[in-house]
């Protein structure tokens, strides 16, 4: 009789141990609890990591597929060069901004210098002195280097101006492309 018992109690100890053995990886479902944390499954083709869901607010530990965390590591690398991008683009719109200003400024005083000097010529008689003749030749210099500062002035304010709308451009683009990205994070993680 004890040999029969010593028989039950091992055949009943090999059966207990091949059902404690059986680990959670075999009783997977995506997206249904697990453990341990980091535990790796395939479910159906794909694998599958015990871990929280990045496209969820709970905690719980889940079957989360590799789409689904590749996915994640995708927009959290999205998020990263984005806010680095958006600091970029953002002190070059600043500077562009004072580029702009700077080059208002100039056109002003240019403009302002062209006007004034234009009516000074016309103070000058029909025939001019010899002295007179330098005068009106070094005037005109003078509102022809002015012209020439207020067509770069304008050519710079056109240009930074274009600067300014590609940067907005972009960063609208950059932010529906990480927005694209987070709804494909949802989409995998389902």
Known sequence: MSKRISALSIA??????????????????PYKACKPAKAKATIGKLSYTCAKNPAGTSTALVWVSKPCLDASANYKSAV????????????????????????????????????????????????????????????????????????????????????LTSATEQGTKNAAGLEAIKASVTTSCK
Request: hydrophobic letters at 40%.
């Open 12 to 29: 009943a100890l090999v059966l207990a141990g091949s059902f404690v053995g059986i680990s959670s990886a075999s009783a997977a479902l």
């Open 80 to 163: 990263s060069i984005t806010a680095s991008n958006t600091a970029t683009t953002t002190a070059a719109v600043n500077a562009a901004k004072r580029s702009i200003t700077v080059n208002e400024r100039q056109l002003a005083s240019a403009q302002k210098n062209v006007d004034t000097w234009s009516k000074n010529m016309l103070r000058y008689p029909k025939n001019p002195t010899e002295a007179e003749k330098k005068q009106i030749a070094t005037v005109q210099e003078g509102i022809d280097r002015n012209k020439e500062r207020i067509a770069d002035a304008q050519a710079n304010i056109t240009s930074l101006q274009a600067q």
